[in-house]
């Protein structure tokens, strides 16, 4: 304690405002308190010189005499320490928000899915769920190649599967099987009949012969499957069944403008930068949008999210 106090060594130069200044001078003197330098700038104010213990009474003694205190100038190894400390605390206070900062970065915090049709995300979310994928886990913990031959075991549909861990997010990319398309409708005379337009890939005959071959372009009518088998002069009627693949085409018509305006990219740009944990949001830098048109490009690839605006404006054209 006797250390301590020693430590608490410094001096504060004051200058006080008081109705009457010499009752708050007796008010300190009778308290014991140690005062220096006294020199009196007007009629109600006073500059003196204080220990650091004694700036407690000073106030209890301007509040008694409705005073007001300024600190012109302090010194001393008390308020060395006091600088020290408050330094030492920002720094430790940094070292701590970076080193978690860096612990979050090192774990997974989303999981995004993209398929097509006949596979839902939420079933294959259900899946990594079961193999222990969830958000919070460890990246170290994952090995996509292995992940990506498990997810293709569990699920059926699946025809390949691509999983990469981009910044804290899993993105898992699934292609679906597709059952091909059989062109087998049945004619009055057993014959299998192209439904569209296309180019034959490949032809599997249960039953008739084929009138087609692989690279064949045929039409819409066109006979692929003839009911018949047989030596020639011995030919004899059956139902045409098989499995055809084909490349098939398709027409589609549009709208295409060809006056007006179009939006066309000014050059000008601004920003979004943050971070995001559990699906919250720290902006580092909030961009002011003021475009009325833009392009809006996430890039949240990194560790720092980014969100880029490029202006466009209305101009006219003739196309």
């Known amino acids: 304690m006797r250390l301590l106090e020693k430590l608490k060594v410094g001096r504060i130069t004051l200058e006080v405002s008081a109705p009457v200044p010499e009752k708050f001078l007796n008010l300190l003197w009778s308290k014991g308190v140690e005062i220096k330098n006294i020199n009196r700038l007007d009629i109600t104010t006073l500059r003196l010189e204080i220990g650091y213990l004694e700036y407690k009474e000073v106030e209890k003694a301007a509040k008694k005499c409705k005073g007001k205190i300024h600190i012109v100038s302090r010194g001393g190894l008390i308020f060395l ?11 430790a206070g940094s070292l701590v928000f970076l080193g978690g900062l860096y612990l979050l970065s090192t774990h997974l915090w989303a999981i995004e899915i993209t398929t097509k049709e006949n596979v839902a995300p939420f079933e294959i979310r259900k899946q990594l769920a079961q193999l222990g994928i969830k958000p919070g886990i460890s990246k170290n913990d994952i090995n996509v190649y292995t992940l990506e031959k498990k997810i293709e075991n569990i699920n059926s549909n699946i025809l390949w599967i691509r999983t990469r861990i981009e910044g804290s ?3 898992v990319v699934i292609e679906e099987k597709v059952t091909p398309p059989t062109i087998n409708n049945d004619t009055v005379s057993g014959d299998c009949v192209a439904k569209m337009d296309g180019e034959i890939k490949r032809i599997y005959i249960k039953s008739g012969t084929a009138k087609v071959a692989p690279g064949n372009m045929v039409k819409e009518g066109d006979i692929l499957i003839k009911g018949v088998e047989g030596k020639e002069g011995g030919e004899y009627s059956v139902a045409a069944k098989g499995t055809v693949i084909a490349n098939t085409f ?5 709208e295409v403008k060809i006056s007006g305006t179009k939006l066309e990219k000014t050059g000008e740009k601004n920003e979004d930068l943050y971070l995001e944990f559990f699906n919250k949001k720290i902006y580092l830098k909030k961009a002011i949008n003021n475009f009325k048109y833009y392009d809006k490009i996430d890039n949240n690839n990194g560790f720092i999210n980014q969100v880029t605006y490029f202006e466009r404006e209305k101009r006219k054209n003739l196309f």
Do not use: A, G, N, P
């Open 81 to 91: 320490i006091i600088r020290l400390k408050r330094q030492v605390s920002l720094i």
């Open 169 to 171: 997010t899993l993105k």
């Open 250 to 254: 398709y027409e589609k018509e549009m």
